[in-house]
């Protein structure tokens, strides 16, 4: 799947959020519940025989909590993946209200890690403003393979 389709379906999540549950936002509920409502407007916009899409996922090789190569726990928002040890990362994504006064730098930091040892291929923060959003996409490294 490219960037611009992953950008476009979550793009229309978040106008839905703003569209049908803005309340969630006015009210500074707590951001898990909004992001699960995100999950809601995504899913049916992918293949569900091939996509999955997981808010607060933290396994890998089944029963491991889901670590990065310094060995900390890491659990994003909400990932678009295959799940299973084999399965593709496609998407990692972290988001915050506008009333969330910590620092930005760490969600940016924990999605770079989180590429780093299960190579999502694209990375976003997803900023929730009162009567608007901005998707930010999150520039990782490149991981290369030897041949």
Not at 17 to 29: F, G, N, P, Q, R
Not at 69 to 75: D, P
Request: some cysteine.
């Amino acid at each position: 799947m490219t960037k611009n389709k992953v950008e476009k379906i979550i793009r229309i999540a978040c106008d839905n959020i703003y569209l049908y549950d803005k309340y969630l936002i006015e009210m500074e509920t707590h951001e898990q519940n909004i992001v699960a409502h995100i999950l809601c407007y995504i899913k049916p916009q992918l293949d569900a025989s091939q996509w999955n899409v997981d808010v607060e996922y933290n396994r890998e090789n089944y029963t491991d909590t889901k670590r990065d190569l310094r060995g900390n726990s890491l659990k994003p928002d909400l990932i678009i993946h295959q799940r299973g040890p084999n399965g593709i990362n496609l998407a990692a994504i972290e988001t915050k209200g506008h009333w969330n006064t910590e620092p930005r730098s760490e969600d940016t930091d924990s999605l770079r890690r989180l590429q780093e040892k299960h190579n999502y291929k694209f990375l976003y923060r997803i900023e929730l403003g009162e009567n608007s959003y901005v998707l930010i996409p999150i520039s990782g490294r490149t991981r290369t393979h030897d041949s």
